[in-house]
């Protein structure tokens, strides 16, 4: 089966952005990371294996409809037009089933994972180290500018002594 070569880019920059990095860059931008069951980056091959598992299907209904198309078309006298649109609706309806039978494993108790999850073992998840590593900062920041025998704060206020 030939895949077009946007699919092949596609699955290649997914691939090497999720496969070393762990996130492409929605996923950065959303602190999202896509994790192995070890919690690190899943590898160049899982991620290529992940990539091809979401694309390729919706991609194989879209090239069946083209060749139904092709065969409507060249059909001498048959109503092209209508053909067309009708093949076009039903690659896009197809197209869409496709993405709800991947997404239909989606359960809490297996961690909302789709098809293409299970299969490459691995998993989307939130990306704490920034938010974590903020706070660290701001916790030594705060420690840092606080008086020797002040201890105690409320927000960005040190208590300096008891209300009477």
């Known amino acids: 089966m030939w895949l077009t070569p946007s699919v092949v880019v596609s699955i290649a920059y997914y691939a ?3 496969g070393r990095w762990g996130c492409s860059v929605g996923k950065a931008l959303f602190n999202l990371r ?3 069951p070890s919690q690190g980056p899943p590898g160049v091959r899982r991620a290529a294996w992940r990539a091809a598992l979401f694309m390729v299907p919706p991609q194989i209904v879209t090239a069946l409809a083209g060749i139904l198309a092709m065969r409507l078309l060249t059909q001498p006298g048959g ?5 067309m649109s009708i093949v076009g609706a039903a690659s896009s309806m197809l197209s869409l089933v496709c993405l709800a ?9 297996n961690g909302y994972a789709a098809i293409h999850d299970l299969w490459s073992r ?3 998840v939130q990306r704490l180290k920034p938010v974590e590593a903020r706070e660290t900062a701001r916790r030594a920041r705060a420690a840092a500018v606080t008086p020797q025998g002040l201890t105690a704060r409320i927000g960005p206020y040190l208590v300096t002594d008891a209300v009477k």
């Not at 039978?101 to 108790?109: E, V």
């Open 16 to 18: 090497i952005a999720e």
């Open 34 to 36: 896509v994790v192995d």
């Open 79 to 83: 109503p092209q037009s209508q053909a």
């Open 101 to 109: 039978i991947q997404f239909s494993t989606i359960r809490k108790a």
């Open 122 to 124: 691995t998993r989307v």
